[in-house]
């Protein structure tokens, strides 16, 4: 088995960054090939963009969609985005290691995102969801948060965690992946005094262990639920019946004012 682990964070030594070494320490007692691509420290760059476009299908007007399209069918997408893509091909396993900045991924992050899922390679409008290129594959976001467990609840002061996860983990989804229960280690901030420091010393190592345990365990977890191609009308809506996965959905919750 083969495991890709993209990394989003500037500092190696970071939380992020260690949990990442936990990463492929474990994968690889547990018989994975793993490979990490760091984003920051490859300076990869995620605006996507003209430049990336040397042979253009429109030069009057970029559109990244039809660009990354064009790029596709005429075998010209840029070495750095093609040799990513050859690297999820080769992967059975992806990680997205990053923090929550301002409750979302960081850029580069994004980034990577907009310009790695390439249109008319990785995904098109038949090939999605549980007909996309990464089907049978599986996917897992592994996160960090500065705050405590308990704020980022349901009814806590950052919101639901599980909310600004979803549209990466839904991202995965969409182009085929089996998405993981995601890994969350919270609280990896804290006042740099020498008693809150012995502490979060202790708390760190505890987090790794139980990200050990959560990889030791990936396949006996159950995975996230998404809906399925086949569950759309012709229109984009729900078929009558069907039940929603969709963390955004009103079908999910009462509709709050404007």
């Known amino acids: 088995m083969n495991a890709l682990i993209v990394l989003a964070n500037p500092e190696p030594h970071s939380f992020n960054g260690r949990l990442n070494s936990v990463a492929v320490e474990t994968l690889k007692s547990l018989g994975y090939r793993t490979e990490v691509c760091d984003l920051y420290a490859e300076e990869f760059d995620p605006v996507e963009g003209p430049r990336h476009f040397p042979s253009r299908a429109r030069v009057d007007r970029f559109n990244a969609m039809a660009e990354q399209q064009f790029a596709a069918t005429h075998s010209a997408v840029s070495p750095d985005v093609r040799a990513m893509v050859d690297k999820l091909d080769w992967a059975q ?29 990785v995904y098109t409008t038949e090939m999605r969801y549980d007909k996309g290129r990464f089907a049978g594959r599986r996917a897992m976001l592994s996160v960090t948060c500065g705050g405590p467990q308990d704020s980022y609840a349901e009814d806590g002061r950052n919101g639901d965690v599980h909310l600004f996860a979803w549209p990466t983990n839904y991202t995965l989804a969409y182009i085929g992946y089996t998405v993981l229960q995601p890994f969350a280690a919270f609280g990896v901030m804290a006042p740099p005094t ?27 977890r159950a995975a996230l639920q998404f809906n399925k191609w086949g569950d759309w009308d012709p229109t984009g809506r729900l078929k009558p019946d069907v039940k929603i996965h969709n963390a955004f959905s009103r079908a999910n919750a009462a509709p709050q004012p404007l």
């Open 93 to 121: 396993l992806l990680i997205l290691q990053f923090p929550m900045w301002w409750y979302s991924v960081p850029a580069i992050l994004k980034g990577w995102l907009d310009r790695v899922l390439v249109y008319g390679s």
């Open 194 to 220: 020498p008693a809150h420091v012995a502490k979060l010393s202790a708390h760190l190592e505890a987090c790794e262990e139980r990200y050990r345990q959560h990889l030791r365990t990936l396949d006996s």
